[in-house]
T-cell receptor
């Protein structure tokens, strides 16, 4: 058990809808990272927060946004969903920034119908 | 273009042998490199981290090497066991970007047969 909790485990919705994925980091970890994993793209870095501030951005679509709250949990919001957004979304956390191992949750599987 | 390449074909080995997985990168200057294990339906699990000025790191049956001249990292599992069967991902952190971006390879699936 990594200590990182992601909810929900599965989400099925339709094109055009909006969903929110939630992540609770390991106790004591200040950094939260979001990744997307699809069969054809592998694991892609989306965005990172450290202690409530956005610190790094990957190829995150404008339809996607995230935030980290004062209690350090994070949410990833996906809107105007398209079929191609179907993927596993992982959250990871680490104690600090940069040169740190990351601890991953077991992901949210998003299916767009 | 920038690439991280791992063997896309599965590696099949016999129990007790040493498994060696390869990670090659192009047009990156990694500050350090990490290896993760991923089981089906689960998140990646951190295994080892090696810095760009280190040649080798060991942890129990695991060994990682890092050759910045060859632009390659090798990951070894000695005395392999069926429980080592999983997908292994290498990930590098480039010097640019504040050391916060992990860029993953596609992974190599390892199958250890009894």
């Amino acid at each position: 058990d990594s200590g990182v909790t992601q909810t929900p485990k599965h989400l099925i919705t339709a094109t055009g809808q909006r969903v929110t994925l939630r992540c609770s980091p390991r106790s004591g970890d200040l950094s939260v990272y979001w990744y997307q994993q699809s069969l054809d793209q592998g694991l892609q870095f989306l965005i990172q927060y450290y202690n409530g501030e956005e610190r790094a951005k990957g190829n995150i679509l404008e339809r996607f946004s995230a935030q980290q709250f004062p209690d350090l949990h994070s949410e990833l919001n996906l809107s105007s969903l398209e079929l191609g957004d179907s993927a596993l979304y992982f959250c990871a956390s680490s104690v600090g920034e940069g040169n740190q191992p990351q601890h991953f949750g077991d992901g949210t599987r998003l299916s767009i119908l | 273009s920038q690439k991280i390449e791992q063997n896309s074909e599965a590696l099949n080995i016999q129990e007790g042998k040493t498994a060696t997985l390869t990670c090659n990168y192009t047009n990156y200057s990694p500050a350090y490199l990490q290896w993760y294990r991923q089981d089906p339906g689960r998140g990646p699990v951190f295994l080892l981290l090696i810095r760009e000025n280190e040649k080798e790191k060991r942890k129990e049956r695991l060994k990682v090497t890092f050759d910045t001249t060859l632009k390659q990292s090798l990951f070894h599992i000695t005395a392999s066991q069926p429980a080592d069967s999983a997908t292994y991902l290498c990930a590098l952190v480039p010097f640019s970007g504040g050391y916060n971006k992990l860029i993953f390879g596609a992974g190599t699936r390892l199958a250890v047969h009894p």
